[in-house]
């Protein structure tokens, strides 16, 4: 099992910025596919970008592409979201999770949140217009 925990959420006005960090304890993080998702009030829990452990293989959601950056420091144990033009509609709790098999990327099932476990406890982000 891995322990995740994230950090780095607040409140920023629309056209802002914000890193998300998730810092990871508990076993061997290098070799472990790493996932973004986001559940705002009401909504189900969707995906937001997924890294492989090595960072070769990247996805993102459509929502996403072109403003949000997904990386990883295997050293420092941590998977970063960069997050730039932040719109109100980014506005959700921001968790982190392991694939469970590390084989979602394979099958292509990374966007399915079915695929992942060990869920740290959310950072919310606030954007407001």
């Known amino acids: 099992q891995v322990q995740l925990v994230e950090s780095g959420g607040g409140l920023v006005q629309a056209g802002g910025s914000l890193r998300l960090s998730c810092a990871a304890s508990?076993?061997?993080?290098?070799?472990?596919?790493m996932g973004w998702f986001r559940q705002a009030p009401g909504k189900e829990r969707e995906f937001v970008a997924a890294i492989s452990w090595s960072g070769s293989s990247i996805y993102y959601a459509d929502s996403v592409k072109g403003r949000f950056t997904i990386s990883r420091d295997n050293a420092k144990n941590a998977v970063y979201l960069q997050m730039n033009s932040l719109k109100p509609e980014d506005t959700a709790v921001y968790f982190c999770?392991?694939?469970?098999?590390?084989?979602?990327?394979?099958?292509?099932?990374?966007?399915?949140?079915?695929?992942?476990?060990?869920w740290g406890q959310g950072t919310q982000v606030t954007v407001s217009s």
């Open positions: 508990g076993r061997t993080f290098s070799n472990l596919n």
């Open positions: 999770a392991r694939d469970r098999s590390g084989a979602a990327m394979m099958r292509g099932r990374y966007y399915n949140k079915d695929e992942y476990r060990d």
